[in-house]
């Protein structure tokens, strides 16, 4: 079957796969596309916005500054909460970076993006 193949030749997708399963209720659906999401938010969205790889192409770093702003970042939720949070604005560091996003990124948007960085990002 086709899935079959593409999971034999894409190294990255098969670990993602295995690391979804391990992780239950969120699907390798949810994490490949929140990595898509990632690296390519202008291309996925169809909108003229950055892509969240471009200011953060460091995922740790990324994940510290969660940490710094009272996020968990072994919880999908939480991490989705607080993209949500700085796109509305109501996170002052990073309140002119996100704005562009605002009526962008859909809920299902962000928990792809969530569930990316909880799982994928993990080091
Ligand atoms: C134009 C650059 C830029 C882009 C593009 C960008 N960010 Fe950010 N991001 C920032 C800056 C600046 C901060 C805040 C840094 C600070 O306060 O130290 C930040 C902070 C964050 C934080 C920490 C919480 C917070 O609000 O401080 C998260 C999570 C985050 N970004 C996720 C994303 C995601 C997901 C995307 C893509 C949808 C994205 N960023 C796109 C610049 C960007």
New binding site residues.
């Given amino acids: 079957m086709h899935m079959h193949g593409l999971i034999h030749r894409c190294r990255p997708l098969r670990v993602l796969l295995v690391l979804a399963l391990v992780a239950g209720p969120v699907s390798a659906q949810d994490i490949v596309r929140g990595a898509r999401l990632?690296s390519d938010?202008q291309v996925v969205t169809g909108r003229a916005v950055?892509?969240?790889i471009?200011?953060?192409a460091d995922l740790d770093a990324?994940r510290e500054?969660?940490r710094n702003?009272g996020?968990r970042v072994d919880d999908a939720r939480s991490?989705r909460n607080?993209?949500d949070r700085?796109i509305a604005g109501a996170?002052p560091?990073?309140a002119n970076?996100?704005a562009q996003?605002r009526g962008v990124?859909t809920p299902q948007d962000l928990r792809d993006?969530a569930a990316y960085l909880t799982r994928a990002a993990r080091g």
């Fill in positions: 990632f938010t950055g892509n969240c471009a200011c953060h990324l500054m969660i702003r996020g991490v607080l993209i700085s996170q560091g990073a970076a996100k996003y990124l993006l």
